[in-house]
């Protein structure tokens, strides 16, 4: 149980280009996801949290604007990087934590490549 | 943003070794984690601890939520070689459902 899925797995877009990816809750419902970025060698940083029916909380330093996330079910949630650029390259992770349950559940990830 | 300090960064030790690591932090946490991550996947939950002092166990591994509720420790008894990858700790604090993740231990096992 507890079951998270990404898509893609990983993703090559040009720069100035849009990317989504998708989260989903495969075996539960979740209010509740995040999204993380990781860069080599380092750990996960938070990057937002995802809310269903209700506007992302993001973390200081990320910009709403370029990081589009909606929740629009209990078990989907996605990520938009608009106008990408290289630097936005990276591995983001998203998790989802199902009712009150203190426990997030990680999905594979995708690797986002700018070029 | 803030990061807990784990200890060792990384470690290479030789299968059938037993394995310790910790987590750090200046803060209280009332929940902590360890999670695995292994080489282009996503972090997998090892154990979650929610009382200080609790002494968890799943299989050969081992945690502990300190008694200052400032830190937390992982063993491994009898290493594998499958136990190779990232080691994360990760905590939580009152009011909030956001974790704060460890800067990560790499295990490396010697067959």
């Known amino acids: 149980g507890a079951v998270v899925s990404q898509h893609p797995s990983w993703v090559i877009c040009k720069s100035g280009t849009s990317v989504k990816i998708e989260c989903r809750s495969l075996d539960f419902q979740a209010t509740t996801m995040f999204w993380y970025r990781q860069f080599p060698k380092q750990s996960l940083m938070l990057m937002a949290t995802?809310?269903?029916?209700?506007?992302?909380?993001?973390e200081q330093g990320v910009e709403k604007d370029k990081f589009l996330i909606n929740h629009a079910s209990l078990t989907l949630s996605t990520l938009t990087v608009t106008s990408a650029h290289p630097e936005d390259s990276s591995f983001y992770i998203c998790s989802a934590k199902p009712g009150t349950d203190y426990e997030q559940y990680f999905g594979p990830g995708t690797r986002l490549t700018v070029t | 943003g803030q990061q807990l300090n784990q200890s060792p960064q990384s470690m290479f030790i030789q299968e059938g070794e037993d394995v310790s690591m910790n987590c750090t932090s200046s803060?209280?946490?009332?929940?902590w984690l360890w999670y695995k991550q292994d080489p282009g996947e996503g972090p997998v939950l090892l154990i979650a601890?929610?009382?200080?002092?609790e002494l968890t166990s799943n299989g050969r591994l081992t945690a502990q939520f300190g008694i200052t509720r400032k830190d937390s420790f992982l063993n491994i008894s009898a290493s594998i070689p499958s136990d190779v990858g990232i080691y994360f700790c990760a905590g939580l604090t009152s009011g909030t459902y956001k974790y704060i993740f460890g800067t990560g231990t790499r295990l490396k096992v010697l067959a």
């Open positions: 601890l929610y009382k200080a002092g």
């Open positions: 995802s809310n269903e029916g209700s506007k992302a909380t993001y």
């Open positions: 803060s209280i946490f009332n929940t």
